[in-house]
């Protein structure tokens, strides 16, 4: 008896669920089951049938085949059977699909229904109609929604002013001002309906197709008698549009505050940043009232960002504080304590509230902040150790009285055996010594004690290379350091820790105490003359080779000169403090950005910290672009000067130099062979760049290479005629860069090009695609190492090019 039950029971799940996978003939069963259900005029089987249609229809699988069948069972009073069958039908029935010609037998259905006597159903096949997005069914819309603009019903009404608004976006741009602009004032006269959720989808619909109108007297009142019979949604579009009411007397900012502050205390955080929108505004130009509507704010605030169980809401949250932060630094200094981080909080939510942290500190709190913030470092989140070793040092550089503290602390980041974790700290107390500069005899002791046995970080050698140099004489193993660094390391280094090295070791040499003439010239000299020989090598980098240029020609010029602008501090105090060095650093400097973007409150540019401008642009056609583009980017590079060698009228200058640095100055020339094939022009600079006669790479090898590579540059010009392709590839040709094929296309002539640099350099391609009609040439560049890409590449095929184009 059991054994026959259990297959029952599995056949009955499996006659109930809509869910099981497609048979074969599965879309003939249906049909059948379609007709006897309509013929039986069983509604419950007919829904059940559609259900499954509905289901294999979302899974992609093609039931048009049934568009007949479904249409017939369209008349009916069931409103579920009629979703269902809209459903399909818009689904389907659009123009250009197999089931075109069916498309007229749709809108006759669905306009039909349009006149039912059931509100719900001529809603329902309004809706349908506006959402066949198709030009072909119109007119057809149009009319429908113009009918139901005047219905009795609410549901009808608001759905046909939404359905407006669809006809809006799907209409010809030309064709939009005649179309719609004889009907403004009817949905002008939508906004002051009876019913709330037509006025909000008429502001809506208003919106999209006037963004710029204004807001009248008459319509704040009708807005502010309807505002609590809409949902909170419906709330959050009428304060959004009462911000944009400029009119507003001294009488209405209280009516205002009264009337919306029981609002603050809704969960619904759209709503409640509205609020705060239209609070901050209208109290704009009332100080004493603006700064009560902050101490008001921030418990709704704070509420929201500590109980709402969504990240993003919370970094929403999170980000208008910080926003708000600009205008009222001391709003939530008291209340720090609820922006510590949380162990279950995401990286991002982590960082802007260490980013909060940071700008709430005060005599009172600064202590407590950083100790917070220490802790975060050995939580165990590698992701997220940076942030507040970084943070603590900008605290420092604010609070004076916590550097002993910070140093502590450093000292025991340095003691951890996270590298990770030292390589931070080392970059950190770099900054630490730019505001506290006469601590660096403590801290580089300490720095050096601690770094034996470490691999550190390529920021974390840059910073430390640069301390050396800025502090010369405050630990006395610094030339044996850099002595070890560069025989085992400075090979597999990159190019900006090479120039560090070059700057600190020269920095070194130049260094000298005012006020005993003590200097280290002797220990540094032949560690410097090991590295300027490296640097002045044709292979190395084109950034490295041009910091060594600067650098060896000022040194053969005039030492004391030299070592007057590159030691300036040095030089101009014999005890260097606070007093001489900067309190605030550029890229420190936000707030005018804030200021910006706090216009747009409650938007997107709030969560980005950028102002629309810099992600929301508008499309420009082919002609605007040519408009912009100048003629003057195709021009060849300009001739420099030579810059003054050393000679004999320069001596008289270096008579403060000791005899001993004399002599290192004349063997310096030892290196002026290698340097004379550095001349300083551009063209020559251009020229040491070489590459490969005759690099060679397959179709093949060029399009794997091309689509996995990230566009390095991309650049237009405008020419006054085409071009000879034949003088383009023969002068490209000459200097190395091969062209792999070029062809003309329905009036667009493309070219690719490829070339190598010598001694297994990288890897540089090009496409050009000229406009054969507007004479438009825009360039696309890739590489492999996009650096050179900028600093060499562009510049010499921009210059061939030149050459080509203009002796055509």
Not at 272 to 286: R, Y
Not at 356 to 370: C, F, G, H, M, P
Not at 781 to 803: A, W
Request: charged share 20%; with cysteine.
């Amino acid at each position: 008896m059991g054994s026959r039950q259990q297959p029952q029971q599995q056949q009955q799940q499996q006659d109930h669920s809509y869910f099981s996978e497609i048979k074969k003939g599965e879309v003939s069963e249906l049909r059948t089951l379609l007709k006897n259900a309509s013929n039986e005029r069983d509604t419950e089987k007919i829904k059940s049938t559609l259900q499954r249609v509905v289901y294999y229809m979302t899974m992609g699988i093609d039931v048009s085949p049934l568009f007949p069948d479904i249409i017939m069972v369209v008349n009916t009073t069931d409103v579920v059977v009629k979703k269902l069958v809209y459903l399909y039908l818009c689904n389907y029935a659009v123009s250009g699909s197999s089931n075109d010609s069916l498309l007229l037998l749709v809108i006759n259905t669905l306009s039909r229904d349009c006149l039912d006597p059931n509100p719900m159903i001529r809603g329902l096949a309004l809706r349908s109609l506006c959402s066949l997005n198709s030009m072909t069914t119109f007119d057809y819309s149009f009319r429908g929604v113009l009918k139901g603009l005047g219905d009795a019903s609410a549901y009808v009404r608001k759905t046909a002013i939404m359905g407006l608004a669809k006809l809006y976006n799907i209409s010809p741009v030309d064709a939009r001002k005649e179309t719609f602009e004889e009907h403004m004032p009817k949905i002008y006269g939508m906004m002051m309906d009876q019913d709330g959720q037509v006025i909000v989808n008429a502001i809506l619909t208003l919106d999209e197709i006037s963004p710029n109108w204004e807001v009248s007297p008459s319509l704040v009142n009708h807005l502010l008698a309807k505002y609590k019979q809409v949902n909170e949604w419906g709330q959050t579009t009428i304060i959004n549009t009462l911000t944009r009411f400029k009119l507003i007397s001294e009488d209405q900012i209280f009516d205002f505050l009264n009337l919306f502050d029981d609002r603050l205390k809704q969960s619904n955080s759209a709503l409640v940043l509205s609020i705060i929108k239209l609070f901050l505004q209208i109290t704009e130009n009332e100080p004493n009232i603006h700064e009560q509507v902050y101490e008001r704010l921030k418990d709704p605030l704070i509420t929201l960002m500590d109980n709402t169980d969504s990240n993003e809401i919370q970094f929403t949250i999170l980000s208008h504080i910080h926003l708000l932060m600009s205008r009222s630094p001391d709003l939530f200094k008291h209340d720090f304590k609820y922006f510590y981080c949380r162990t279950k909080d995401p990286f991002y939510i982590k960082n802007l509230k260490i980013k909060i942290l940071r700008e709430l500190i005060s005599e009172t709190n600064a202590k407590d902040i950083v100790e917070e913030l220490s802790e975060y470092v050995f939580e165990g989140d590698i992701q997220f150790i940076k942030q507040p070793i970084e943070a603590i040092s900008f605290i420092v550089a604010k609070i004076e009285s916590l550097s002993s503290t910070v140093l502590d602390i450093y000292t025991t980041f340095l003691s951890s055996n996270l590298e990770i974790v030292i390589s931070y700290t080392v970059s950190a107390l770099k900054d630490f010594l730019r505001f506290y500069p006469n601590q660096a005899d403590q801290v580089l002791p300490l720095v050096v004690e601690h770094l034996v046995h470490v691999n550190l970080e390529s920021d974390a050698i840059e910073a430390l290379l640069w301390m050396f140099g800025e502090f010369p004489f405050s630990e006395q193993q610094i030339p044996y350091i850099i002595e070890q660094f560069f025989d085992s390391k400075f090979n597999d280094q990159p190019s900006n820790i090479k120039i560090q090295l070059l700057i600190a070791v020269i920095r070194i040499y130049l260094a000298k105490k005012k006020e005993n003439g003590e200097n280290r010239s002797g220990e540094i000299y032949p560690i410097m003359m090991m590295i300027l020989e490296e640097c002045s090598s044709i292979n190395c980098s084109p950034d490295l080779r041009d910091q060594f240029l600067f650098y060896y020609r000022s040194l053969i010029y005039d030492l004391e000169k030299t070592s007057s602008i590159i030691n300036t501090k040095l030089n101009n105090n014999n005890n260097i403090n606070n007093n001489s060095t900067s309190t605030l650093f550029v890229e420190d400097e936000i707030l005018e950005i804030r200021d910006k973007i706090f216009e747009e409150f409650n938007t997107l540019s709030i969560v980005y910290g950028k102002h629309s401008t810099s992600f929301i642009k508008n499309p420009l056609t082919l002609l605007e672009k040519q408009k912009i583009i100048k003629e003057q980017l195709l021009i060849s590079p300009t001739k420099t000067g030579t810059p003054p060698t050393n000679n004999n009228n320069n001596n008289n200058s270096n008579n403060n130099i000791s005899p001993k640095m004399e002599s290192q100055q004349q063997q310096l020339l030892q290196l002026v062979d290698v340097s004379h094939q550095l001349d300083s022009s551009t063209n020559n600079l251009i020229s040491l760049f070489t590459l490969e006669k005759a690099a060679e790479i397959d179709t093949g090898q060029f399009q794997e290479m091309w689509m996995s590579l990230e566009e390095g540059h991309a650049m237009s010009i405008q020419l006054n005629q085409m071009p000879e392709i034949d003088r383009i590839e023969s002068v490209l040709t000459t200097e190395g860069i091969q062209c792999l094929a070029y062809g003309s296309v329905d009036g667009v002539t493309k070219l690719y090009y490829h070339a190598k640099q010598i001694d297994d350099g990288p890897w540089f391609l090009v496409e050009i695609i000229i406009d054969e009609t507007s004479h438009l040439m825009t360039l696309g560049f890739k590489s492999t190492d996009i650096q050179r890409l900028h600093s060499k590449f562009v510049t010499k095929f921009v210059s061939t090019l030149s050459n080509a184009i203009s002796t055509n």
